[in-house]
């Protein structure tokens, strides 16, 4: 089955930085592959996601790149802000199995 | 984009008993998604809830201990059942938002077993 690594674990910047979390994953067939922020005691929220047909997508300080032949794929956060602090949480979907989870990033921007 | 409802919140329940976990989702979905979530750990899933037939198990997820219903496409329940302190986390359930194809959770339920 799928198996997704993230990475860093825990990732500290400063506000105005910029913050990337990398994902990789297992299953070639995957082809849907959502970020999820989560603020403590909230439940998780899509922020982007990005499809195996296209290599980078963007909206406005979130980007999320794809690159399916080293099976990985990196969440960027520009111009971090003190509320963008949270757990980031990548995942991976093939259509033949529901979503895998990565372990989480804890993202703190500091002021 | 579909709007989920799962309740209770949280619950403080005693070792030995069951709690039922419901969620409703206000518009028709093929398939529903129970994941638990340790304290400061991932999200990882328990079960597939399929209406008209048996939920599908994850691997260390088993029937008797978490019991699921899935009477039509827009509710299911998840029981934690002989719950020890171990069962201790948030349990969320999830479906697909066919208008944009991603994934989104419902406000999860924080059970405590004491």
């Known amino acids: 089955g799928e198996n997704v690594e993230q990475h860093p674990s825990t990732l500290s910047v400063q506000e105005g930085d910029s913050a990337v979390i990398k994902c990789t994953y297992s299953?070639?067939?995957?082809?849907?592959f959502p970020w999820y922020k989560q603020e403590l005691g909230k439940r998780p929220q899509l922020i982007i996601d990005?499809?195996?047909?296209?290599g980078e997508k963007k909206d406005q300080r979130i980007a999320v790149t794809l690159n399916k032949t080293a099976k990985h794929f990196s969440l960027h956060i520009t111009e971090t802000q003190p509320e963008d602090s949270a757990v980031y949480f990548c995942?991976?979907?093939?259509?033949?199995?529901?979503?895998?989870f990565g372990k989480g990033t804890r993202l703190s921007v500091i002021a | 984009s579909a709007v989920i409802s799962q309740k209770p919140s949280r619950d403080i329940c005693q070792r030995g008993t069951s709690l039922t976990i419901q969620c409703q989702v206000d518009?028709?979905?093929?398939?529903m998604f129970w994941y638990r979530q340790q304290p400061g750990q991932s999200l990882t899933l328990i079960a597939t809830?399929?209406?008209?037939?048996?939920?599908?198990?994850e691997s260390g997820f088993v029937i008797d201990k978490f019991p699921i219903s899935r009477p039509n496409l827009t509710f299911s329940t998840l029981t934690v059942s002989n719950m020890s302190p171990e069962d201790s986390s948030i349990y969320l359930c999830?479906?697909?938002?066919?208008?944009?194809?991603?994934?989104?959770f419902g406000s999860g339920t924080r059970l405590t077993v004491v």
């Open positions: 809830a399929n209406q008209g037939s048996e939920a599908t198990y």
């Open positions: 999830s479906v697909e938002i066919a208008s944009i194809g991603g994934y989104t």
């Open positions: 990005i499809r195996s047909n296209v």
């Open positions: 995942a991976a979907f093939s259509g033949n199995t529901p979503l895998v």
């Open positions: 299953d070639s067939a995957s082809n849907y």
């Open positions: 518009s028709q979905v093929t398939m």
